[in-house]
């Protein structure tokens, strides 16, 4: 994007009182300011019709498929290593896990 130079006179506001020697540096102080703001978002209006919100709730059950079903996967994938890492540690360690099988020998 292309941005013009202004001069640093034309950006100093007019002086009160003398509004026939600074209107053109007040016009370039107005547009210097205005021409550089964000767009304003455009709004968009829901569709209505009955195949684009049936298409929208069938993408939405997909997408929430797929995230469960991944979720799922993690969730046994992190239970699995979990189980691995707690027998490694028993296997490690012997004097925990004969701790630990006394407690459960006391609990039944």
Sequence with gaps: M???RVSV???LPPISGDI???HQAFSATTHATTC???PRFRRYAIPTDTFTLIG???AALVA???VFSLVRKVFGFVLLAAIGLGAW???SNPETAQD???VVMDFF
């Design 89 to 91: 540690y028993l296997w």
């Design 56 to 58: 929208i709730g069938v």
């Design 20 to 22: 026939g020697l600074n």
């Design 2 to 4: 292309k941005r013009s």
């Design 64 to 66: 929430l498929w797929l």
């Design 9 to 11: 006179p034309a950006l």
């Design 36 to 38: 550089f703001r964000r």
């Design 100 to 102: 630990l099988f006394g």
